[in-house]
């Protein structure tokens, strides 16, 4: 794996594990009863955004280091999905 296709994977695991953890934990303002004039009743109180970014790079470096030996250890490789494709099995 190239460092360019290992940042570009990481990029696309932790944009993914943020919207995952983005709702995690949120109030908005109509359920505290605390509705700010002018504002959306739904928009949160505390979105506690830093932490939920910490979060989500713990998860995603979890995920990307499982890709990455996936990927370096040919664990999955295109050849053994040959019968879902139809091709003939080679000898």
Do not use: C, H
């Not at 605390?34 to 713990?58: C, H, L, N, Y």
């Not at 470096?61 to 040959?82: E, P, R």
């Amino acid at each position: 794996m190239s460092i360019t296709t290992g940042i570009v994977t990481f990029i696309i695991v932790w944009w993914t594990s943020l919207f995952l953890v983005l709702p995690f934990g949120v109030k908005g303002q109509w359920e505290e009863g605390k509705v700010k004039d002018g504002s959306e009743p739904g928009a949160p109180v505390k979105p506690q955004i830093m932490r939920k970014f910490m979060i989500t790079t713990g998860i995603a470096a979890v995920f990307w280091v499982l890709v990455y030996v996936i990927i370096t250890t040919n664990a999955l490789q295109l050849i053994s999905f040959d019968w879902l494709f139809g091709a003939p099995k080679s000898p």
